[in-house]
């Protein structure tokens, strides 16, 4: 095994996280404006050389598109979920990473979009009540009930501490109508989820001014995929699990 390979395995914490911040730094700086993103630099108040082993957590993470996201971090963070959980049955439209990840390992869960609408299939998988369960393109309101019992913490595409106008559904699609009133900021942040669409507490924000480059040439989605990632990796970094 490669030493870089094996600097994924490594338990400082402090080593985990700074590889972390180098892989968020390598994406960004692919883009022309890579200067304008608020990289990972919250603060983190302990660097043991080891989390204790009743801090550590399992990671379910969710998704109801292609998971992209999820292949991502997992890339960004060097360790993937120890659980996938998706109401999407179209394997086709998965990223391929998670085809592939499927073919070694079985920790991707199929639930129906029934299922997906009460989420009780949470109650049936293991270790879900301590563990993280992370939301990326979940097209479902988590009902109270579930949000009450479980640790679960959202993406979202839209500076909704700034602008709260921006909860809901397609963000972006109304942050790119009204570009002008918000100056052209936008980013995303990491928040809890609670039975409020889009209320709990936000944990991580990434800010970013669209510059005139960005505005002609750039897929708005992308703009948006870029700082959520951050806002994820920023959030590992701030609770880390590993």
Not at 86 to 101: F, G, L, M, Y
Not at 148 to 165: D, T, W
Request: aromatic residues 12%; neutral net charge.
């Amino acid at each position: 095994m490669s030493k870089h390979k094996e600097s994924y395995k490594l338990t400082d914490l402090q080593l985990q996280m700074e590889e972390a911040k180098k892989r968020v730094n390598i994406i960004d700086k692919n883009g022309p404006s890579g200067e304008h993103y608020d990289l990972v630099d919250v603060e983190v108040e302990s660097a043991e050389v080891t989390l204790p082993t009743e801090q550590k957590k399992n990671w379910i993470a969710m998704f109801s598109q292609s998971g992209s996201e999820i292949a991502n971090l997992a890339a960004a963070l060097g360790y993937w979920p120890d659980l996938i959980i998706t109401n999407n049955s179209n394997k086709s439209k998965w990223d391929p990473r998670i085809v592939d990840r499927i073919k070694f390992v079985k920790k991707v869960m199929v639930v129906s979009n029934s299922q997906a609408k009460t989420a009780n299939f949470l109650h049936n998988v293991e270790g879900s009540k301590s563990a993280l369960i992370t939301l990326h393109g979940w097209l479902r309101i988590i009902p109270a009930v579930i949000c009450e019992q479980y640790k679960i913490v959202n993406g979202h595409p839209g500076l909704i501490n700034l602008y709260p106008e921006l909860k809901g559904k397609d963000p972006q699609e109304r942050w790119w109508a009204d570009r002008n009133k918000y100056d052209f900021w936008y980013g995303s942040v990491v928040h809890d989820v609670e039975p409020e669409v889009d209320a709990g507490q936000i944990h991580t924000i990434t800010k970013c001014k669209l510059t005139a480059y960005e505005e002609l040439y750039y897929n708005l989605y992308d703009l948006f995929r870029r700082t959520s990632l951050n806002s994820w990796v920023k959030y590992f970094t701030k609770f880390p699990i590993r």
